[in-house]
């Protein structure tokens, strides 16, 4: 069993010692999320070829989703602190080892491959702080803590594109990666001085099991009995499809097919983002049921990717392209709050890595359909072929079983 958690001070959303908690979460999604802009973007710009960029987004996100379960079972074992700490310090380390890599050997390998390790990192990260969440704000409404700490990750969304378009307008890439590792170094400060400084303290680690194949059948046969989970990771796969594809090809669909510039590219991303944070305020001070959370970011998302493979202009694109990025927050939300709610604490971290596993898998294999199937009709088709596949996923939950969503209003 483990010790009830204790949080110290009245358990309001914020307070002034957590701010460094959140401002570390920030700098850390700032500078990811300028990884995530720079690959698929300087792929395109090298190659001219939308394919590439699909396979290059590929390689660089399966290695953060296929390792969601190691990571989720080492939360489970080590305090999530020294996790994070770890996987700030190391994200730090591998851009410099990158960049360094580079300028001995050259080729465009070496982007791609820290962006993919640092997203192993950044898995290892999330997680750690999903497990560090609710029992730092025990006493409080889940789901407006998720909004907050996702108000975090948006504002490096917003800056993110921005900042990465900017710095790339002046300098080569390896620059700009070598400021997102100071990005990670102040995401480190920001933690070393809210640990510092809080008094909380954590649920301790479980013992570890004999074997690594034991939480893995836990989390396995957590995720296809406990109710509601089953159809919760088919709604989420889905939903990624889309998501993966809409993001594989953006910097092709925006600066080739549509003919925009860089910097329309970076607004694109700006919007998406600013929706993102409207969404997230929105819930943080509104109850509204997970039923109708699911079901809403689940349908605007829909027509989103519909609309971004169907578009006859970029207006039409952009507008798929806001709905698909700014309601994924709030299927977010959704899920990690239903999470929450049905796995037992114990088993928290192992089930929900497990389940991010096979929820976000279809994210990279989107990238990949699209480098291998995006023929002369372009991306648009393989993303409303995708579409359609979430759309049917979405009917087959609705019509077999409702338990998902009963499940998530108890």
């Not at 109708?292 to 207006?315: E, H, K, R, V």
Request: charged residues 10%.
């Amino acid at each position: 069993m483990r010790r009830p958690h204790r949080v110290d001070g009245r358990g309001t959303p914020v307070r002034v010692r957590d701010i460094s908690f959140f401002v570390s979460l920030f700098f850390a999604r700032l500078a990811d999320q300028m990884l995530l802009f720079l690959v698929p973007l300087v792929v395109f710009q090298t190659t001219q070829s939308a394919a590439l960029s699909g396979i290059a987004f590929f390689i660089e996100t399966l290695p953060r989703y296929l390792l969601f379960s190691v990571c989720g079972i080492l939360c489970d074992r080590r305090s999530p602190v020294s996790l994070l700490v770890i996987s700030q310090r190391f994200r730090l380390l591998t851009c410099a080892v990158g960049i360094a890599g580079h300028e001995l050997l050259g080729g465009i390998g070496w982007l791609i491959a820290l962006s993919a390790v640092c997203g192993i990192l950044s898995t290892q990260g999330f997680l750690a702080r999903e497990v560090m969440l609710p029992q730092i704000f025990r006493q409080q409404r889940f789901e407006k803590v998720l909004s907050y700490s996702q108000l975090g990750d948006q504002l490096g969304m917003v800056i993110g594109p921005i900042l990465a378009a900017a710095l790339l307008g002046l300098w080569p890439w390896q620059i700009v990666v070598g400021i997102t590792a100071f990005l990670f170094l102040l995401a480190d400060l920001g933690l070393t001085l809210w640990h510092r400084s809080s008094r909380i303290e954590l649920a301790p680690p479980e013992a570890a099991h004999n074997s690594w194949v034991d939480p893995f059948r836990i989390a396995l046969r957590h995720i296809w009995h406990l109710p509601g989970l089953r159809r919760a990771a088919a709604l989420s796969a889905g939903l990624n499809f889309v998501f993966g594809a809409t993001l594989a090809t953006s910097a092709a669909m925006v600066t080739g097919i549509h003919g925009q510039s860089e910097q329309s590219y970076a607004l694109l991303q700006t919007a998406s983002a600013v929706a993102a944070i409207a969404i997230l305020a929105f819930l943080a001070h509104v109850i509204i049921p997970l039923r109708a959370m699911g079901a809403i970011g689940y349908t605007a998302i829909f027509i989103g990717g519909l609309l971004t493979a169907i578009s006859p202009n970029y207006g039409v694109y952009a507008a798929g392209y806001i709905l698909v990025l700014g309601f994924d927050r709030m299927f977010t939300i959704y899920l990690r709050s239903l999470r929450q709610k049905i796995i037992p604490q114990k088993d928290f971290g192992k089930t929900t890595g497990a389940m991010i596993t096979v929820n976000n898998l279809s994210q990279p294999l989107a990238g990949l359909l699209v480098g291998l199937f995006s023929g002369p009709g372009g991306p648009g088709l393989v993303i409303g072929g995708i579409s359609l596949v979430m759309g049917a996923i979405g009917v087959i939950v609705a019509i077999g079983a409702t338990p998902v969503f009963k499940q998530a209003n108890r």
